[in-house]
């Protein structure tokens, strides 16, 4: 009787050193989440830790819906003509909607979004001449992608890439299109390291 | 729940350590399945993004896979899914969810490129899992005193990452103008790699647009409430599967619907199965 009831006693203060964590804790997660950042401890290590481990989300935040990228591609191979401005992004949203279990087209959209951003997102992301984002690895392996894993034909001597931004304005009601690059360029003089 | 009530719920047994368990091999189940939904993608993905290794003796040896993946992408899938089939037989230990967490670490890892909200759920999930054990593990009354109250704390810890998703999100929408007037909706129907074409024209209706804007700010901020008792919990839980599916079929978003629905396993009670069993087995017999 004594054993069980030093083990009963002995498990009620585990229990209460795990009660006061979650107490904590639910208290922690509800002021970084509440309260603005500009509030004390926003910026310390725990904070930190929170949001990136505790606190998922938030989902469809206005910075993230309020653009809507685009990205159009037209080539030209060594012979012919240049080819009509292609969003593979819609396209491949299309395959997908035709077969709806062919999932990996939606995550290949998702995966040109990234090399797009990741390229655009470099220092020379207002540069429209090839020459200064040449042998960047982000804008190499955007070009890897577009003419090996999109296009898909060997002699593609030129390229055309236009990544619009289509945005919401909240004070006039209405979606404005930007385009916030437009770049020409040779795949096969752009990287050296390809 | 008041404190004592918290400390007599922590410390009096596994609670409910058959619908965990369930949880726990859902959640491997789910995993398997993306695994082979995005390997065609990763295939892709693996020739153009390089897999660094990291500087660090630890993290060379936890990453080692995501590694690897670079030039063997298959071979380590084809590993990750033996260990899961093999965790999702046996029974549920410490050493099955240290795997499977370091799997998911490294499928992150492996797949950053195409991730999203549900690849950091199943991180945190995955993370809570390892503490999941309710099979008795120690001999000693005080470690089997710790074995029971962690695993209490660890599915208490994983409903409540599962609620502050919600609240995280729904007290956002109801700080931010745009999802309050419902322009939110007619943004969303403007993402072209998202929206279902089939949709988009219903959603440039603004009376349509504050109603599905407030449905959804207050169902997320509701669902922190509801979920915890008894009588409005499988309402609430219903709803969200409802809304996350249509969210899946609006804005071309199945892996978050299914791993959001699968999480919503950790807030069943044990009584829930049997009244299942009952219902489909128990007939069965009486017949």
Sequence with gaps: MNSSGSHDVYIRKVAACFA??????????????ITPKYYPLHRTAIALLYKRVFLIGPFYTEHRISISP????????????????????????????????????L????LMRHFMREAFNTKWKHSHDPAEVSNTKQFCTLSAFVTDG???????????????????SSEQSAFKVDTVWNITFNPKQICDIR | MTYDRLIAWLSSGFQNPRAVTVFCKAVLILTLLRILFLWNASLVMVKYHYLSTPRSWPGKIVFAPSVLAGDHLSLVYIFFITLIIIGIFIPWNYLSGAIFFWITLNLYRITMPLTNGADQVQIALAGCMIFMVSTPYFKTAKMMAWQTVVFNASVLATQLIIVFVYFISGWDKLMT??????DAFLMISNLQHL??????????????????????????????????????????????ILFHFTIAIVLNLPEFA??????????????????????????????
């Excluded at chain 2, 919503?264 to 009486?286: H, M, P, R, T, W």
């Design chain 1, 20 to 33: 006061w964590i979650i107490v904590i804790h639910v208290l922690a997660c509800i002021y970084f989440t």
């Design chain 1, 70 to 105: 685009s990205l159009y591609i037209r080539y030209k191979e060594s012979v012919g003509e240049w080819s009509p401005f292609v969003d593979y992004g819609a396209d491949l949203h299309r395959q997908y909607y035709n077969a709806p279990w062919q999932y990996d087209k």
């Design chain 1, 107 to 110: 995550k290949q959209d998702d």
């Design chain 1, 150 to 168: 999109l296009i898909g034909k060997e002699n593609v001597d030129s390229i055309h890439l236009i990544y619009s931004f289509s945005a919401f």
């Design chain 2, 177 to 182: 103008d745009s999802w309050r007037t419902g």
């Design chain 2, 195 to 240: 929206i279902n074409p089939f949709f988009k024209d219903l959603l440039t209706n603004p009376i349509l647009n504050i109603v599905l804007a407030w449905i959804t700010i207050l169902f997320e901020l509701t669902f922190v409430v509801f979920v915890w008792f008894r009588s409005t919990r499988m309402f609430t839980l219903i709803a969200g």
């Design chain 2, 258 to 287: 299914l791993m959001m629905s699968v999480s919503y396993l950790v807030f069943l009670k044990d009584s829930a199965y049997i009244f299942l069993e009952n219902v489909f087995i128990g007939k069965q017999v009486e017949s």
